[in-house]
């Protein structure tokens, strides 16, 4: 199992994770572009369970395209965007890529939103894409 550990750049908040991702994607949606300044946000979803953090995140709460509650996690200090809880995905933390301290342990699965996507923005063009979210 690879060593998923990281947090935020002032170090206020640290995790580790005592699991595999259940999947890692680009994700083109809107929010992610607002909150990286960017095209898209690079993710990792784990099962909250298998979470461990230290400092405490400041949350802030919107509505998701579904219309069901997104919660997202960053340092309140420095900033650093950490984590979206997502209600149309209970008990399952979506992390930040960035914030790893090993990023290359992010290895991209998929692109999502890409109904959103920016023509600026590429992306790996072999990887699977999904206008929303893949099929369940």
Known sequence: ?????????????????????VLMAHCQCRDCQEQT???????????????????????????????KKKTRGF??????????????MPGVLVLKASTLDDPSLFQPQMTLYTDRGLPWDHIDPALPRFAKMPPA
């Open 75 to 88: 340092c309140a200090v420095c900033g650093s965007p950490l984590y979206t809880l997502l209600d149309s």
């Open 1 to 21: 199992m690879a060593d998923y550990k990281g947090g935020c750049a002032c170090r206020s908040i640290r995790y580790e994770i005592a699991a595999e991702p």
């Open 37 to 67: 300044g960017g095209g898209h946000s690079s993710v990792l979803a784990f099962p909250m369970s298998a979470v461990k953090m230290t400092g405490t995140p400041t949350e802030y709460a919107s509505t998701a395209d579904s219309g």
